[in-house]
């Protein structure tokens, strides 16, 4: 149906910006995609907050590493929410899967898709370069993924300072 891309920084409002166009699109059924994983309690408290945020009438997918299955699984008029990509990547990237293939599937699965859909990825490719090889892969794969993702998209839409800026569509 439609595609929307939303990219940005850490804390920029890239998920209440999703989540508000969500829930002012027309749609049957609101899905909200979560990739996060709570391995600790810090993790499970901001789980918690993105629940709170979001507020009842939302059914919850939780997709570490399925995504482009949950995404396809999802019916023409179901609007949703993927929040958010970068985790997605780190949960494969830590399981040593083959990134290319994954977000290939993944980009080809949301243009299946006949649901509205809001994807909503970190920008992590704006501050200093990593100390790290780890780090540099995980920037330099997700700066990829995030290619690939507006490459696909009907829409892009950088948030900075809670502030949209469209970029494409």
């Avoid at 920029?12 to 709570?38: C, D, F, P």
Wanted: charged share 20%; hydrophobic share 55%.
């Amino acid at each position: 149906m439609s595609l929307t891309f939303v990219l940005g920084g850490a804390r920029s409002g890239k998920t209440s910006y999703a989540l508000r166009e969500a829930w002012n699109h027309a749609g049957n059924r609101r899905v909200m995609i979560a990739t996060a994983q709570a391995h600790d309690v810090e993790m499970a408290q901001r789980i918690a907050r993105h629940q709170a945020e979001r507020g009842a009438g939302w059914v919850t997918v939780e997709a570490p590493l399925e995504l482009a299955e949950a995404v396809a699984a999802l019916d023409a008029g179901d609007v949703a929410v993927v929040d958010c990509l970068t985790l997605w990547l780190t949960n494969h990237l830590l399981a040593e899967a083959d990134l290319a293939q994954k977000v290939g599937d993944l980009a080809a699965a949301l243009k299946a898709s006949p649901a509205a859909l809001y994807v909503v990825s970190n920008e992590v490719g704006q501050g200093i370069v990593p100390d790290n090889a780890l780090a540099r892969r995980f920037r330099d794969e997700a700066g990829w993924m995030n290619q690939a993702m507006a490459a696909a998209a009907d829409r892009a839409v950088l948030v900075a300072a809670g502030l949209p800026l469209v970029l494409k569509g």
